[in-house]
């Protein structure tokens, strides 16, 4: 088996068709071996009784399977599809993401034509139900949409990050050898909106000397739903953007470093919420990118006291 589809779901037995049918319309194959699974992670609904009824009808060269994962978060589906993968390389798709119809077979040549990628990004469009007012355009892509131009590059973490696991292709042994079982930020779960769990993922595998690349030709249509260009959301989104940021913070640097940056960056990011509290305090309630960025910035500051709770509670639950 040489490529592995993972599509991680909750509650997405409405989602689920749509991508699956991309999947099934996949072009120039070339004879790739290849398999999907669908990674329930503890649904409601009706999503295995859906993946049965797939199954059962199923006629075609490459396999369906079904995976259950009870524990709740984006990052435990995603370590268990890599444990149940058979292909050397694997394709993480959310339920609400559409692959090109030659989404697969460029994965697998980008792979095959760059031995140091040990993931590669795709290009990624939003494809809105509604469309989104030009005034949220600077936040747009907080909804995991990747549109950076159309020539493959290097992601450089330290200076722009890495990219959402969205339509994310990584070498299965890269992650598997290097990628802890159980990592610290597992996905947003229930209410909770502290995500970041793909770059923390990324961070290991990058940490060890793959590179991470972005491919423009791996094309995704990813379906945004009007609710998620609501204040409500985008805010919730942002501050657990910036809650997860002492995390990857720490991650970047050296162990005897971090006790300096802490301080640093603690009157950094004070610095950064008064100065933008009083330059904007008149239009935070209006205008949505500047309450979003205020969050942001908010979630930023208290992220390590906020990390530092989390921490304490896993620690009594477990003892």
């Known amino acids: 088996m040489e490529f592995t589809v993972a599509i991680p779901t909750y509650n997405g037995a409405i989602r689920l068709p749509k991508v699956i049918e991309h999947l099934q319309a996949q072009v120039d194959l070339e004879g790739l071996k290849w398999e999907i699974i669908i990674v329930d992670n503890n649904s409601q609904d009706s999503t295995s009784e859906l993946v049965n009824q797939y199954q059962e009808n199923w006629n075609y060269p490459f396999t369906l399977r079904y995976v259950l994962e009870e524990k709740q978060g984006?990052?435990?589906?995603?370590?268990?599809?890599i444990v149940e993968a058979q292909g050397d390389i694997v394709g993480f798709l959310d339920d609400d993401n559409l692959p090109a119809v030659n989404w697969v077979i460029e994965a697998y040549r980008f792979l095959q034509a760059y031995p140091k990628a040990g993931a590669i990004a795709s290009q990624i469009h939003g494809k809105f139900e509604v469309a989104p007012p030009e005034s949220l355009k600077p936040i747009?892509?907080?909804?995991?949409?990747?549109?950076?131009?159309?020539?493959?590059?290097?992601?450089?973490?330290?200076?722009?990050?890495?990219?959402?696991?969205?339509?994310?292709?990584?070498?299965?042994?890269?992650w598997k050898d290097n990628v802890p079982t159980n990592l610290f930020l597992v996905g947003r779960v229930g209410s909770s909106m502290l995500g970041s769990e793909d770059a923390e993922a990324l961070f290991y595998i990058h940490k060890v000397g793959w590179e991470i690349w972005y491919n423009p030709a791996m094309e995704v249509e990813h379906i945004i739903p009007a609710w998620r260009l609501e204040r409500n959301y985008l805010t919730s989104l942002m501050r657990g953007v910036g809650l997860a940021r002492h995390h990857l913070r720490m991650l970047l640097a050296k162990s005897w470093q971090r006790p300096f940056i802490f301080v640093v960056y603690l009157f950094s990011d004070i610095r950064k919420v008064l100065l933008y509290f009083l330059r904007y305090r008149s239009v935070i309630s209006s205008d949505v990118v500047v309450a979003c960025e205020m969050e942001r910035l908010i979630g930023t500051l208290i992220s390590p006291f906020y990390l530092w709770r989390v921490k304490i509670n896993r620690f009594l639950r477990i003892y």
């Open 74 to 81: 984006a990052g435990f589906a995603r370590a268990r599809a």
């Open 140 to 174: 747009l892509f907080y909804l995991a949409i990747t549109e950076r131009g159309d020539n493959p590059h290097v992601y450089e973490p330290r200076r722009i990050g890495f990219p959402p696991s969205a339509g994310l292709v990584v070498r299965r042994n890269a």
